[in-house]
């Protein structure tokens, strides 16, 4: 079980990228409506409505999930962070050795909570001093121990395909890789 939490203002590339990668993937993947307790529609940046699978006022804190996936875009990334929600499940993925995955300005979440010392991480230009404690790279995707940081839209792709090996393997990956005709590298 994946939840990918969306929050109003979230970036629809980012989110949406790797909800469909994992579902063609065939990955028990859930999408979370945060802030939003009258229904389960999250706003996009862009002004795109997702109508999420559930709402977080439904979600059951007993039930086992191996990753949770925070999308970047402003204000969603700060409205994840202020999130009641989502620090519970930031905290029971860190106590329970699970996955975090962010991307963009999200994985500033992590560096506040010091989830971020000692390893390598990116996210969007301009975010870098929130990442306390990390090595920031410029790659596009980092994989250090049970976090995943991508840099931005431009990079969700290469995001997706990240998670789908950490939770499919190599096999999985390049099937979806090829299948969408993406060569990594390739330019426009």
Known sequence: MVYLFL?????????????????????????????NSSNKIATGSHKIPVVCDINEMDLDNTVPFDMIILPGGLPGADNLNASKTVNHFIERAV????????????????????????????????????????????????????????????????FALEIIDVLCGNEMKEKLRTSVLYNKGDLL
């Open 95 to 158: 106590n329970e050795d699970k996955y975090i995955c962010a991307i963009c300005a999200a994985p500033y979440i992590l560096g506040e909570r010091g989830l971020l010392k000692g390893k390598e991480a990116c996210c969007y230009p301009g975010f870098e001093d929130k990442l306390i404690g990390a090595t920031v790279s410029q790659k596009g995707v980092v994989r250090d121990g049970k976090i995943i940081t991508s840099r931005a839209m431009g990079k969700a792709t290469d």
């Open 7 to 35: 929050a109003e203002g979230f970036e629809e590339v980012e989110a949406l990228t790797p909800l469909d990668f994992l579902r063609r993937a065939g990955v028990d993947v859930t999408t979370v409506c945060v802030g």
